[in-house]
Every structure is written in structure tokens, then in C-alpha cells.
């Protein structure tokens, strides 16, 4: 019934710091980052296609940058705004993970 | 024939149709540590009291040379016994049999079985042990579990409905348990899954094994779905026969009364137990535990949502559903899975008849970009809901922290509890004393020439004047203040006279809460 203090941890509530268990849950949640839209992750798991850019290219917002297949869909990877193509992560055929950074576009 | 020839040929018939896939399924089956389908029943139900019935029913599949095939009882037992001298209708999935799959004829034998507890008003328990859909059977297939989702939905809350996971329970298959009453896995042996490790490997390329995507203790500790976690068939069983002493028979009935007995206040000191500071963590279930009879304390969904503690225990020798926050883990806040927890239970008991003590104590809700993504404000909402809408006896008794809408939605006044006892270390107001005493006296801490003496001034001000429960009780919404040694006379007193409690709702075929 005693309480094991090395078990503990803390938890803020409001302006309280509360000694106390924290759950698998809890400390597997992942942090909230503002999405930063010159890093282009892959949205969903899948395969890496007809990459029509390179490092280098002048690119509008809305161009194609490459299609990333998956779910039996070919989805377009867009350029988020005019700028210039950065780092470009994949080449055609890869099979990436979800959050895969695929393409960085810079800002003009 | 002769009548001896005619007996004779009926337990040759028996004894075959018993082996279910023959010796070298069973083989596998045990080596895999598993019981037979037959021995799972004969050790759940009361010794000698299973009857079976749909022995000798073949399978209908006339396609892919399934016609020359046979399946002993289609893969699945059905029948009749007791548990605890109480009638029970059951089936179990024998995976010997063509993998415990599930064809036209398998499914109509446990719809058959689960009309049959309808009828009785008695509960109906399935095993499921099964590699899935008899693809061979195609379309038949889903039908048949159709026809069974469609019982499971209607019988909800007003039979029990158990199921015992013991062997693969993939795809479809797994709707039915999940929207039964109570989920039961064993380590190791239970899986359980929408898409297996292959599906999802091929379409998302991420790997993963069974056992981590869908085992029993990932069902028990993150997904929820599981609601009590053995570590073999035989401790599982006898969990089930445990439920069953705390639960009645149909929602038409009460639970069994056992002869009351005592807490052991030697062991479980409730003054000593309970830490005073709002801040100083314990295990709720010892104060359960130092309140009900016999300190015994039946938990469910344990390893889940440990933040809020769901069971049952029993008062004076009757059942009684218990919903308390754990400050002991994450400090007891509300968040979405405690509060999917919760409001589950809470339904559960009203659906059956068994009345409810809510023990409050905490600081309020679980900040987080996650959880407010994740919908925590549908996912709270169910838990007014289900407080709202139950008509069994609500008794609520707050112990420390009852801050802001946690305050409210732990079956406060307002919601309709019955009964509202506090303790004098009760802590009833809109939120924390700093948080309030920062808003409220905002402007003189600013203005003050030393603002942090100035707001641990208002802090303790405010902390005298409104941290406890004498002012919700000068409105009424606590209905006692009471010492800690006189909880259980009080809730005693409380459920005695809530005997013939009789609540009116609104007309309506159905509400529409916040799924």
C-alpha cells in the first residue's frame, strides 16, 4: 500500500506539479511541431515515382515535384510555394516510411 | 437394427464427431499450449453441466471439392450448462476443425445458441479461436457473421455477453467481441486484428510482429479493446467465474447477494491511507479496498486508462460499480481513454441494475496538442453523457480535488447524483487556487512592489476562503460533509434507501451520445 516514490514522476496540471505515475501512452505521445512546409514528408507509408525535379530547379507553387504511390493512389508531392529545390532525399522506386523527409524546397 | 446397435451407432457418431480435427490437430493445438474447444467448456461451466446440442450439423460448402471435405461440427461447439449454479448458454471455436474457420453452418449453430440465451434471458459466453472467414464459403461467410454482429447489437444490455479470446481473431471476427459486454485475452495466446503483419507489410512497409500489433497485452494496455489480461486459460476461466458473481443474470434481475462482510480497517486505515495535501499521490483502490466488503475490490480494464480506476466491489453483500480517479497515475486527470473507460462502465452498470459510487479526486483535465486532437472534447462528453442518462442509484463521494469541469462531470449534483458526500479535505472550486488566484487578483500581483509575495498572499487567501467543500455545500450541491471514518455507514445508508429509486427519462426510441 505504500507508495515506491522512485516510481514516480511529475505531471503540471494548471500551475501544480503533481508526483505521479505517468502512463506508456503518456510518454509515447508525440510532441506537436508547426509543420514546416520547406521539409516535404511522406504523408503515408508507399513508393517513390517519376521524380520530375532537381536540385537547383525554379519551382511554383502547385508545380509537381514527384508522386509518392501508395494505397493503390498516386499522390502528388507539390511544391508548398515558389522557390528553389533543396535537398532531394529519395530517388525513384524508394519505399518510404510515413514522415519521410522526400524533398526540401527553399523559399525565393 | 436393435436398440443395443442403434445406441451402439450413436456413440461411435459421438465419439468421432468429439475428436474434432483428430488427434494430430489436437496435438498442435496443446503443443501450442492451448486447450481443445471440449476442454475449455468442461473447465469454465460447473463440473458435469454442459449439454450440447448441433453435434452431428455438417458444413454447407459445395465449392472447391469442399462437398468431399468433413468438418466435425463445422469448427464449433455449441451447448448449455452453469456457472456458479446459474444457467449459461456457450459456444466455443475449435481450431482443429479447418482452423476454427467460419462457414454458413458454423455461424448459423452459434446465432442458433445465442437466440436460445435471448430467449432464456441468459448469458451467452463465445471463444473464439478462429483463422477467419471460410473463404471457401465466400459471401456465405460474411454473412454468417453478419447475422451474429446483429445478435451481439441486440442482446447488448440485455443478456451479458462474454468473450474469451483464445487463438487468432482476425478481421471481421473481431466485431463481435468488441461489441460485446467483456473482452477476455490470455498471454501469448490471443490475437487479435483488422489487418495482420502481412497486409500491413506489403501495402505500408511497416513491420511488425503479431504479438506487438495485436497480442493480449496490447489489447489489455493500449488499445482498450481487452478487458481483463490472464497469463493462462486456466487463471482466465477463473476470472470469468469471478465476474460472474458480481453481475446479474439479465437485465431484468439483480446480482446475487452475498452475506455482508466487514472491510479489514486493520489493514486498509482509511486515515491512514489518505494523504490530506491536495497533492500527495495514493492508490485509490486501497480507499475502495477500506470501504467495501471484505476489502475485496474486482478491477476491470487494470493495465488501460490506469488514470481512472473502473470495478466492482461490494457493500453490505450487494454489487456495486465503482468509478474512481487515480491520483496515483498522471495524477488522476481526465483525458480520452479514461473518460472512453468510464463512460463505457457507467452504461454497463445502469444497463444492469447495479448502482453506482463515483470517488473524486482531481485536478482536471489532460492538457495536450494530442489529446485535443485525438477529440478529448466528444470523448469527455460521454462521460456527462452516460452520468446524465443513468437512472441506477448515484452516490459520489469527493475526497480531495474536484476542479473545473472534472468537478462537474464525476457524477456531480448537477448531473443527478443521488447522494453527494464529501470529506473535509475536499476541494470543490471553478480550478486550483494558484490558477485562480492569478486571474482573479491579476492586477494587484502586477501592481504589487513584490508580485511573488503578493500572489502566494492571494494564493493563501484564496485557498482559506473557497479551497474546500463548505462552499459548494452552502449551495447544496454536497449534500453531507462527513468524517473519513463514517464513508461507509454513509454510502450504506445511502444505497439502503435507494432500494426502490424510480426515474422517469424523456420519451425517445434513443439518445444520440457522443460514440
Known sequence: ?108 | MSLLSKTRELRKRMGEAAKGGGDVAIKKQVSMGKMTARDRIIELLDDKSFYEYDLFVKHAAKDFDMEKKELAGDGVIIGTGTINGHPICIYAQDFTVAGGSLGYMHARKITKIMDHAMKLKVPIIGINDSGGARIQEGVNSLAGYGEIFYRNTLASGVIPQISVILGPCAGGAVYSPALTDYVFVVDKISKMFITGPEVIKSVLGEEISMEALGGARVHAETTGNAHFFSNSEKECFTSIKELFTYIPWNNTKRADAFPPKPPKTRTYKINSIFPSDPITPYDVRDIVKSISDDSKFFEIQELWAANIVIGFARLNGETIGIVANQPLVLAGVLDVDSSDKAARFIRYCDAFNIPLLTVVDLPGYLPGVDQEHAGVIRHGAKLLYAYSEATVPKITLITRKAYGGGYIAMCSSHLKADFVFAWPTAEIAVMGPTGAANIIFRKEIAQADDPDAMREQKVEEYKQAYANPYVAAAYGYIDSVIELKETRKFILHALDISKSKSTVLPEKKHGIPPF
Do not use: C, W
Open chain 1, 1 to 108: 500500500m505504500d507508495i515506491d516514490n522512485s516510481e514516480l514522476d511529475s505531471l503540471r496540471i494548471g500551475d501544480v506539479y503533481y508526483p505521479t505515475k505517468l502512463t506508456k501512452a503518456f510518454k509515447n505521445r508525440i510532441a506537436y511541431k508547426t509543420p514546416d512546409l520547406s521539409d516535404q514528408l511522406a504523408f503515408i507509408p508507399g513508393t517513390i515515382s517519376d521524380i520530375r525535379v532537381k536540385k537547383g530547379d525554379k519551382v511554383k507553387e502547385g508545380d509537381i515535384l514527384m508522386h509518392l504511390e501508395a494505397m493503390k493512389m498516386k499522390n502528388r508531392v507539390l511544391a508548398p510555394f515558389d522557390g528553389i529545390v533543396g535537398a532531394i532525399k529519395v530517388k525513384e522506386g524508394d519505399i518510404v516510411p510515413k514522415s519521410f523527409l522526400m524533398v526540401t524546397v527553399k523559399k525565393k
